[in-house]
């Protein structure tokens, strides 16, 4: 069975030669365990912070152990009475072809409400961090103006179609056209903006939403909120998701340098970690449920085969090489 390791810790923007794919011996289940063969496997951008040796919310990734990350497979023999042989699962023991685990680290997930890997997208983590993000910490009100970067992205996605479905103004930043396009065409927004190609991203934000913007979600950083803080109404929110700009930076990089707008406009600017609103997963599955049954959300995922390409998909994240969620396809459905 083969598994992806750390081999080094990157510096600045990782390369294919901090990754290793290796051969290892995976060994019978134990009592109480079970032998998963995973399916899907996702990348996501908190990884990159694992992979720093510094103390953090998730503890740092180990050189030549492999890494982990969210998973979804078949289990393929069973000593545990939570899961039984063919139940579709979700772990965090991603980055490889077969897994063992004890029955109660892996939940089941219905294979019936969507498609599998939805469960690492639209509904899971990433929609789950949507939802606590704008509802909870970005206190959404109906109608409200709404600015959101990496829209079109796995977690922008979902944020841009709840506000819609919110009946809000929805104004989302991509990098490219055909990602602008599908997120007003497809996703309903109001305008997307192409920071790439717009100019002033400032300027091209006030254009976008000139009465202001009442929610801010931050997926981004740098310039992106400096226009987010702009362009705030008083009494905005700042719901602070991400900052994948800065996660590849070697230096320290200036901070934006109109925080002062937090004063004067009285803004709430807070931090969040999904795994701290897990109260809400009972609500997010019912309500995310309702939404996809209805066609009220939209999303686009890109996939690369084989756990080889589980690196360059990974790598892929800091270029806007995926449009929506990015899988890995493991092994066969
Ligand atoms: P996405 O699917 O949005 O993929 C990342 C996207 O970010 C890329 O496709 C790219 O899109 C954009 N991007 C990459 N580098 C830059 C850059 N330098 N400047 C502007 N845009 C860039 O990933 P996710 O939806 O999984 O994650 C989105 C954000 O949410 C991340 O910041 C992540 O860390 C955060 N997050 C936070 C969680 C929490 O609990 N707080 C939980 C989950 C995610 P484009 O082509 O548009 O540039």
């Known amino acids: 069975s083969k598994e992806v390791r750390l081999k080094a810790r990157p510096e600045g923007m990782p390369k294919l030669e901090d990754f290793e794919v290796a051969e290892t011996e995976i060994g019978a289940p134990g009592d109480g365990e079970v032998l998963i063969r995973n399916i899907w496997m996702s990348v996501d951008p908190y990884m990159r912070g694992r992979m720093y040796d510094r103390e953090s919310y998730v503890p740092p990734f180990q050189i030549g152990a492999p890494l982990e990350g969210g998973a979804i497979g078949q289990v393929v023999a069973s000593n545990s009475d939570k899961v039984a042989v063919g139940d579709y699962v979700q772990s965090m023991l991603g980055w490889r072809e077969y897994a063992v ?38 206190e959404l009100k109906d109608g409200e103006t709404v600015f959101v970067s990496a829209a079109s992205g796995a ?35 109001d305008k997307a903006i192409n920071y790439k190609t717009c100019g002033n991203l400032t ?34 929110r700042l719901a602070m998701c991400g900052m994948i700009s800065q996660y590849n930076d070697t230096t320290p990089t200036p901070g934006p340098n109109n925080l002062i707008y937090m004063v004067g406009k009285s803004l709430k600017m807070q931090g969040f970690i999904v795994s701290n609103h897990f109260d809400l997963l009972p609500d997010f599955i019912r309500d995310m449920s309702q939404w996809i049954k209805e066609g009220k959300i939209k999303w686009e995922e890109t996939v690369e085969d084989g756990i080889e390409r589980a690196p360059n998909a990974f790598l892929n994240l800091f270029t806007g090489g995926n449009f929506g969620k990015m899988l890995v396809k493991v092994g066969p459905d």
Not at 175 to 187: H, V
Request: with cysteine; aromatic share 6%; hydrophobic share 45%.
């Open 101 to 138: 685990a004890k029955g109660e680290e892996v939940q089941k997930v219905d294979e019936n409400a969507a498609p599998i890997q939805a469960y690492l997208g639209t509904l899971g983590m990433p929609g789950m961090t949507a939802y606590a993000g704008l509802l909870r910490v970005g």
């Open 203 to 236: 300027e091209a934000v006030r254009e976008a939403a000139p009465k202001g913007i009442d929610v801010y979600f931050e997926n981004v950083g740098g310039e992106h909120l400096v226009a987010a803080l702009e362009n705030m109404r008083p009494f905005g």
């Open 155 to 189: 977690v922008g996605a979902v944020v841009c179609q709840i506000a819609k479905a919110k009946g809000c103004f929805v104004v989302g930043t991509a990098g490219s056209d055909d990602k602008c396009k599908w997120l007003e065409e497809t996703a309903g927004i």
